[in-house]
């Protein structure tokens, strides 16, 4: 294949590789769902090598994928086999923290924790925060827009972007580095590859926002009776308490199941809620508002805890790895107008056990942020597959008017079922934009649209 042999010469032998020096890590990302090795994996060293390696390949027309930490949850960086997986890993690196500023400048390969803790040891804080911090990349965080558990506060990935470099299918580099939080001047081209989880193009750095630390923050758990009290602690919280960081729900069955297998009870009663909710104000102040909340029945039990351990403790049972054991487990990452959660709720698990009366199922996430996620544990009956159960999680959820990707992305996972999300109109635009800038196809073909 002359184009291998032209990648190498420009690249170098060590940044061309192929069969088993790949690793198994180009083959699929943490959703599993990778049925096959890449053709080749590039390990580029620098933007300009990224923009040799695009170039040449869209000259052969050869498809090609953008590769961060493999962490994604939808199979966005999954190869089927033709093409060309581009690791944006060896681009790493911290180019400076301007405390002035209050912003950083990463290149894309960068693990997300380095980044929080280079922005902490200037005295700043960096807003993003997921669970595979210490494994996914800045440009991963950025090309799907990732959300986590900071997100009631300071917004999504995208809202930690001031700036961005992107490479484009014809190899031509978009420096965007803006630094300035203002800056009107013509269209802010960054949100072209923030969220489009490399179809559109490569980032290869990015200019953050940083935020002054948060200071101490406080956990606390609270005993909930009904999803309508949920919301409604929320709105009192957000109104009352202040700073709150983080606002969790977890339905009853996801709560009992993963507690009871960590072997962690916090209050002698079962109830049908409960809620994470973490904030920076003083003591005073939250107890405050625990005793009023509890006075006007808006919780029926809560704890503040008293040591880091203990709130490791009350999130380690949010984080839920024992209901990762289930047999068939899929998990969906959804959005509704936070109103109607509850009811949603109800339904999908309504038409869920209609069809599988034995099946698990339960519910958690970012309630303050319109967000739940969904697990599905169910023994299929022969000649069923797992579509089954997305066409009815998401068949519920087109009724509700709600999203099928809140915060990890559409990848291949989804794709059949972004028309219940986007409309027509919307769906051709995104066509017309790919059209635009990658009119070959090959960046990242299969992927969303
Ligand atoms: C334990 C765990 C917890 C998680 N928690 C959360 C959470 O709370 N919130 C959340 O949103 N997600 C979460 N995720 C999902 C995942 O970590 C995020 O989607 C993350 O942003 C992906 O980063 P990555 O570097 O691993 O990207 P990858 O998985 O390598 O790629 C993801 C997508 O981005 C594209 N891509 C990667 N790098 C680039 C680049 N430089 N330029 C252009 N495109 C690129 C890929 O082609 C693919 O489409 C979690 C995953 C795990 C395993």
Redesign the pocket.
């Known amino acids: 294949m002359s184009l291998l042999a032209d990648l190498r010469a420009a690249l170098g032998d060590a940044a061309v590789l192929e069969g088993e020096a790949m690793g198994a890590k180009s083959s699929s ?2 959703s599993l769902t990778g049925t096959s090795p890449p053709r080749a994996l590039l390990r580029p060293r620098t933007t300009e090598e990224v923009a040799t390696a695009l170039r040449l390949c869209n000259a052969a027309g050869v498809p090609v ?10 199979g ?2 999954n190869p089927t086999g033709s093409e060309i997986a581009i690791s ?1 890993e060896l681009i790493r690196g911290i180019e400076e923290v301007d405390t002035a500023s209050a912003t950083m400048v990463v290149k ?2 960068t693990p ?1 924790e380095d980044c929080q803790r280079a922005a902490a040891d200037a005295g700043l804080f960096l807003a993003l925060d ?3 911090r210490g ?15 900071r997100v009631i506060r300071y917004g ?2 995208r809202e930690q972007v001031l700036g961005l470099e ?1 490479v484009l299918a014809d190899g031509t580099v978009i420096s965007s580095m803006n630094r300035m939080l203002k800056n009107n001047a013509g269209y802010d081209l960054k949100h072209l ?1 923030i969220g ?4 559109l ?4 750095r990015a200019v953050l926002r940083l935020h002054p630390p948060p200071g101490e923050i406080t956990t606390m758990l609270c005993a909930v009776e009904s999803y309508d009290h949920v919301v409604a602690l929320l709105r009192r919280a957000q109104g009352t308490l202040g700073g709150i960081v983080a606002f969790e729900a977890m339905w009853r069955d996801y709560f009992q199941f993963n507690a009871d297998a960590l072997k962690l009870r916090f209050f002698e009663a079962d109830h049908p809620f409960w809620v994470i909710i973490e904030s920076t104000m003083a003591a005073g102040a939250i107890e405050a508002f625990l005793a009023a909340a509890l006075e006007e029945g808006l919780i029926a039990d809560a704890l503040i805890a008293q040591s880091h351990a203990q709130s490791r403790q009350i999130w380690s049972v949010r984080d839920g790895h024992p209901i990762e054991a289930l047999p068939n487990l899929l998990n969906f ?1 959804v959005s509704l107008p936070i109103g109607a959660i509850g009811d949603y709720a109800v339904a999908c698990t309504a038409a869920l056990k209609q069809r599988w009366p034995e099946a698990h199922v339960s519910f958690y996430g970012h309630v303050g942020d319109s967000n739940v996620h969904i697990c599905v544990s169910t023994l299929y009956r022969p000649g069923e597959d797992m579509h089954s159960v997305d066409d009815i999680v998401y068949g519920v959820l087109g009724r509700y008017h709600g999203s099928i990707s809140a ?3 559409i ?1 291949t996972l989804k794709r059949p079922y972004l028309h219940l999300s986007r409309s027509p109109a919307e769906l051709a635009l995104m066509r017309t934009l790919k059209q635009a800038l990658d009119p070959r196809g090959i960046l ?1 073909p299969g ?1 969303v649209v």
Not at 136 to 141: E, F, I, L, P
């Open positions: 990302d943490m994928i953008a590769q961060g930490g493999m962490t994604g949850l939808a966005g960086a944006l894309a390969g997300l997921l669970g595979s494994s996914c990349t800045v440009g991963g965080n950025l090309s799907t827009n990732a959300g986590g558990i999504m990935a992107a590859f489009s989880e490399g179809t193009g490569l980032i290869t990452d915060e990890h992305g990848g990242n992927k």
